[in-house]
C-alpha cells in the first residue's frame, strides 16, 4: 500500500547529458584536425494523412538525405504500428524508424493484455508522453493514422511531445508544399480515388518543390476492411530516357592521314609463376 | 513417502504448507467474514445492480459515513466485502490504477482490466512473506464500451472471474445457490428485474425483512450517467414493488 501514498508516479529518464562539455571539446580538437563528427541522417521529408470517408489514407515520399547528398533514394516511411495503425516518420531517420517500433511493441503488449484491437489515442498518448520525456532530443516527427472502434483517426506529434488531431496533415520539410494542395481541395468525407490522387498530389508537390523530399509517392491505405501499402504509387520523378545516341558509328570521323612507327621489342628476361589454384 | 514437516511458519507468513496449501491465504477468506455482511451483485441485459447490506451497530454512529459501495471511474463501481480498513485500501488502489491507466493510454480502463490488476497485486501478496493478503473481497460494476453491462469478483487468492451473477460475505453459498436457481441461461432481465432479484436473494437468504435504511444499492445502465448509488427513496420504491409481488 506503499504506492497509493505516492502520487501518480511520473517516469524519470531522458537523456544523461553528462558528457557534453567533454563532447564539446572533444570535437573543438578535433575539427582543428579537419574531421568532422559525423551527422545524424535526416529524411528531410514530405509526409501527409487525410481522414477519407471510408478510414485514412497515409502518404510519404521516398528520399532519405544526409545534409546535401541523397543517402536513400528508396526509403520506407510509412511504419507498421498495430494491424489496423500506421505511422509516417520525418526528422532524423533513426529517430523516426526506433520510435515507432518501440510503440508497435508496446501496442502489441498492450493488446496481448487487454484481449482488444489498438486504440490510435492510446499509441498517440505513449507517444507523445516519451517524447516529452526526452525533451525534444528524440528528433521524430510523426503522424500516426488508423481506424479502430471509435473510427479512423488521424495525430501529427511533435518532437516536444505535442499533437493535433485534424482531418489531413502534412509533416516534414516538404509539409508547406504539401498542405498548400490540401487547403485548396480537401474535402471531407472524400471517395478512395479522389481522396488517394489528392494525397498523390500533395506529396508530389513537396517532391518538386522540397529539396529534401523526393523519388517516389508511397501511399498508405486503411479501412475498416483492412490495410493497403501501395509502395511506389507514384514515381514522378524517374529518369527520363534518352532521346539521341551518344555511340558513334566507325567511319563518323573521317582519316586524313595515316602513319605507321614499328617497335622493335627485345625480349631481356623471361620467367614463369605457376599460380596457386587454391 | 515420508511428510515433510514445516518448521510451523507456514501458518503465520505466506509460504506453503506441506500439503501445498497457503494458510494465510485461507485464513484471509475466513476474514471476509469477520463483517457479518453479505453482498450480491447480478448483470442484467442491460444494467448491473450490486446490493449489501447496511448495518450500523451504534446509535451513534452517523449512518451516512457507513458504506461498502464504492465509485472507481465514472463508469466502474464497487461493492466490497470484508474488513473495511482493508475494503478502503483496496479500493484507493483500484481508484489510482484506473486513474493511471487513463493518463497512460488516453482511454478508459476496461472493467475486466481493472479487474485483473487488482487481482495480480492480491497475488503478489500471497507470495510475499512479509506483507499479508488483504481480508476483503471486490465486486466490480461496470458499464464496457464494447461489451456492454460487465460483473467481475476478484479475491484475497488472487483469483478473479467474470459473472452472470454472484455473492460474497458470510451468506456466500447459501446466496449463490439461490441465483444458481433464478439465472436463466440467457440473460435478458430488466432493470426491475434485477434489482428485485438482487433484493429478495439477500433478504431470502438472511431472512430479513429490509427497511430502505438497511440496505446499499448500487446500479449501472447503459441508459444512465454512469455508476449511481441509490438514495433511501428510489430503494423504497424497489422494495415496495418487491412486497406487492408477494
Request: charge should be neutral.
Amino acid at each position: 500500500m506503499l504506492h497509493t501514498l505516492k502520487p501518480c508516479e511520473i517516469q524519470t529518464g531522458g537523456f544523461c547529458f553528462e558528457n557534453t562539455r567533454r563532447n564539446a571539446v572533444l570535437e573543438s580538437s578535433l575539427s582543428e584536425s579537419g574531421y568532422k563528427a559525423p551527422g545524424a541522417r535526416k529524411t528531410g521529408t514530405t509526409i501527409a494523412g487525410i481522414v477519407f470517408k471510408d478510414g485514412v489514407i497515409l502518404g510519404a515520399d521516398t528520399r532519405a538525405t544526409d545534409d546535401m547528398v541523397v543517402a536513400d533514394k528508396n526509403c520506407m516511411k510509412i511504419h507498421y504500428i498495430a494491424p489496423n495503425i500506421y505511422c509516417c516518420g520525418a526528422g532524423v531517420a533513426a529517430d523516426a524508424d526506433v520510435t515507432t517500433q518501440i510503440m508497435s511493441s508496446n501496442v502489441e503488449l498492450h493488446m496481448l493484455n487487454t484481449g482488444r484491437p489498438a486504440l490510435v489515442t492510446m499509441v498517440t498518448r505513449q507517444l507523445k508522453q516519451m517524447l516529452f520525456r526526452y525533451q525534444g532530443q528524440i528528433g521524430a516527427s510523426l503522424i500516426v493514422g488508423g481506424v479502430d472502434v471509435t473510427g479512423p483517426q488521424l495525430y501529427s506529434v511533435y518532437p516536444h511531445g505535442s499533437y493535433d488531431k485534424l482531418p489531413f496533415l502534412t509533416m516534414g520539410s516538404g509539409a508547406a508544399a504539401a498542405v498548400s494542395v490540401f487547403e485548396d481541395r480537401f474535402k471531407p468525407n472524400m471517395e478512395l480515388e479522389e481522396a488517394k490522387q489528392l494525397v498523390r498530389e500533395a506529396i508530389t508537390a513537396g517532391i518538386f518543390c522540397d529539396l529534401g523530399s523526393g523519388s517516389n509517392v508511397d501511399l498508405c491505405i486503411i479501412t475498416e476492411a483492412g490495410v493497403e501499402m501501395l509502395r511506389g504509387y507514384d514515381k514522378p520523378a524517374m529518369k527520363g530516357k534518352r532521346e539521341g545516341q551518344y555511340r558513334y558509328k566507325p567511319g563518323t570521323t573521317a582519316v586524313l592521314t595515316k602513319t605507321v612507327t614499328p617497335f622493335p621489342l627485345v625480349v631481356v628476361d623471361e620467367s614463369v609463376q605457376i599460380m596457386d589454384p587454391e | 513417502m515420508s511428510r515433510g514437516s514445516s518448521a510451523g511458519f507456514d501458518r503465520h507468513i505466506t509460504i506453503f504448507s506441506p500439503e501445498g496449501r497457503l494458510y494465510q491465504v485461507e485464513y484471509a477468506f475466513k476474514a471476509i467474514n469477520q463483517g457479518g455482511l453479505t453482498s450480491v451483485a447480478i448483470r442484467g441485459k442491460d444494467c448491473v445492480v450490486a446490493v449489501t447490506q447496511k448495518k450500523v451497530p451504534d446509535k451513534l454512529l452517523d449512518a451516512m459515513t457507513v458504506t461498502h459501495l464504492y465509485k472507481i471511474t465514472e463508469n466502474i463501481g464497487c461493492v466490497m466485502t470484508g474488513m473495511t480498513a482493508d475494503s478502503r485500501s483496496q479500493v484507493q488502489r483500484a481508484r489510482y490504477e484506473a486513474a493511471n491507466w487513463m493518463y497512460k493510454y488516453g482511454y478508459e480502463i476496461p472493467v475486466d482490466m481493472l479487474c485483473k490488476r487488482m487481482a495480480d497485486i492480491s497475488q503478489v501478496y500471497t507470495q510475499n512473506a512479509e506483507m499479508r493478503p488483504l481480508g476483503c473481497c471486490m465486486i466490480f460494476v461496470g458499464l464496457d464500451e464494447e461489451l456492454g453491462p460487465q460483473l467481475y469478483k476478484c479475491d484475497p487468492a488472487g483469483y478473479f472471474c467474470g459473472f452472470k451473477a454472484t455473492a460474497a460475505g458470510v451468506k456466500q453459498t447459501e446466496a449463490t445457490s439461490y441465483l444458481e436457481k433464478k439465472v436463466k441461461k440467457k440473460l435478458d432481465w430488466t432493470y426491475e428485474q434485477t434489482i428485485e432479484t438482487a433484493i429478495s436473494c439477500l433478504a431470502t437468504v438472511l431472512s430479513i425483512d429490509f427497511k430502505p435504511s438497511e440496505l446499499e444499492v448500487g446500479i449501472i445502465t447503459t441508459k444512465g450517467s454512469g455508476f449511481k448509488i441509490l438514495s433511501e427513496n428510489e430503494i423504497d420504491v424497489h422494495l415496495v414493488a418487491l412486497s406487492e409481488r408477494e
